[in-house]
């Protein structure tokens, strides 16, 4: 038929999803990462042992396959939200996601991605996460004894118009925070 052997609908080199690629799903090149920036190069021949090398030269990370390639962070994603934007025909709901991302060990990232979809938008989220991944700085209260267990010094910190304060406590006191900040300050460690 018209149809050129294939499905029979429609008049040929129509619109279809293209070429998928060899079958079989994805072939293993595609998971290999190959860097693009020169930080990431210098990463992949291990010319930069530490995540403390890139922060204490102010590198600017924009691959998130390198913070990969130091810790072993845990993501979680704390919000999803529809967003409207209003247009002739009606509303175009998009889905806004905020996905923070840790090691509890002093390393912590906080990522927002609007996407059509859900989970391209958890996904975009969890990449920006790892590209804005800072150091947490911790203290003693007391004797420096073992490991440094709270927050140095009395921290404040202010975005739009939340406002937050972190005060250094005796070891085990744990964290006395509302719920979405203590998340947040546990992926931090």
């Not at 429609?10 to 619109?15: C, Q, V, Y």
């Not at 990969?68 to 175009?92: C, N, W, Y």
């Not at 947490?136 to 975005?159: A, D, E, L, M, S």
Request: positive net charge; proline residues 6%; charged residues 30%.
């Amino acid at each position: 038929g018209r149809g050129g052997g294939r499905r029979g609908r429609g008049r040929g080199r129509g619109r279809g999803r293209g070429d998928r690629g060899p079958r079989g799903g994805k072939n293993e090149e595609s998971t290999v990462w190959h860097p693009v920036t020169k930080l990431g190069r210098l990463v992949k021949n291990s010319k930069i042992r530490t995540l403390e090398d890139i922060y204490l030269h102010s590198l600017p990370i924009k691959e998130a396959e390198i913070i990969d390639s130091f810790v072993q962070l845990k993501d979680e994603v704390m919000k999803i939200m529809p967003v409207q934007k209003q247009t002739r025909a009606g509303q175009r709901t998009r889905f806004k996601a905020f996905v923070v991302v840790g090691d509890n060990d002093g390393h912590i990232g906080l990522g927002v991605k609007c996407s059509k979809e859900v989970a391209t938008a958890i996904r975009g989220a969890i990449i920006d996460a790892k590209l804005s991944v800072v150091p947490i700085r911790r203290g003693y209260w007391g004797n420096k004894i073992g490991k440094p267990h709270t927050v140095p010094c009395k921290v404040n910190g202010k975005c739009g118009s939340v406002r937050i304060r972190c005060v250094p406590a005796p070891r085990g006191t744990g964290l006395v925070a509302a719920p979405v900040p203590k998340k947040i300050l546990t992926y931090a460690g």
